[in-house]
């Protein structure tokens, strides 16, 4: 069964530190995956597309890592902001067209 | 340049009934996904739609039906509602490309079944 898992499930910290998110998939015959951010009541917006070709994604202060042979990947935020608030979800898709999601990481960044 | 487009934005309904949830994808994109996101989980893929057909359906009961249009828009049908379909329902739009293949979401539909 494909799963997607991400840990933790919620993290606060002080503002201006870098932090680590994690994603890991069980089938790593994947597509890409990618990274998405979620406010409060509102849609998905996608942060990075990895392809299963690559290692990492980069846009800003964000930087995503994959490793298919170890089924994980990690989203690195650096000088952490409190816009960058938010729930963070991993989601894998594979070649039947799915998107397979993590239950994702909510964010705290305290001033 | 118009994102994807979701309507209603919120809707209430009573068990048993029927609901029909509306997509407009992104310009220029041709691929449809739905997907249900219950309070607090991450969301489930309920199907996909590309040239007017479904190619790939989630493990959703046959209670939930689609269906897209020449112009790409499409819809999201549930019958006989059941008070578990409460949930945010997101609409993802893409252009099948292997090399970007980003799915844009829109702001969702909030559906509370009573």
């Known amino acids: 069964k494909q799963e997607v898992t991400q840990i933790p499930a919620a993290l606060s910290v002080p503002e201006g530190e870098n932090l680590v998110l994690n994603c890991s998939f069980t089938?790593?015959?994947?597509?890409?995956l990618q990274w998405f951010r979620q406010d409060p009541g509102k849609g998905l917006t996608s942060l990075l597309l990895i392809q299963s070709s690559q290692r990492e994604q980069t846009s800003g202060r964000l930087n995503a890592s994959l490793d298919k042979s170890s089924g994980r990947s990690t989203l690195y935020i650096a000088a952490s902001q409190p816009g960058d608030s938010a729930t963070y979800l991993c989601?894998?898709?594979?070649?039947?067209?799915?998107?397979?999601w993590g239950a994702g990481t909510k964010l705290i960044i305290k001033p | 340049d118009a994102g994807v487009t979701q309507s209603p934005t919120h809707l209430i309904k009573t068990r048993g009934q029927q609901v029909t949830l509306r997509c407009s994808p992104k310009?220029?994109?041709?691929?449809v996904s739905w997907y249900q996101q219950a309070l607090g989980q991450g969301p489930q893929f309920i199907f996909q739609?590309?040239?007017?057909?479904?190619?790939q359906r989630g493990n959703f009961p046959d209670r939930f039906s689609g269906h897209q249009f020449p112009n790409y828009s499409s819809e999201l049908n549930v019958n006989a509602l059941l008070l578990g379909d409460s949930a945010l329902y997101l609409c993802?739009?893409?252009?099948?490309?292997?090399?970007?293949?980003?799915?844009?979401f829109g702001p969702g539909t909030r559906l509370t079944v009573l």
């Open positions: 089938d790593s015959a994947i597509y890409n």
């Open positions: 739609y590309y040239e007017e057909e479904e190619r």
């Open positions: 989601a894998v898709e594979y070649s039947n067209y799915q998107l397979i």
């Open positions: 310009s220029g994109h041709d691929t």
């Open positions: 993802a739009s893409s252009l099948r490309d292997p090399f970007t293949d980003t799915q844009y």
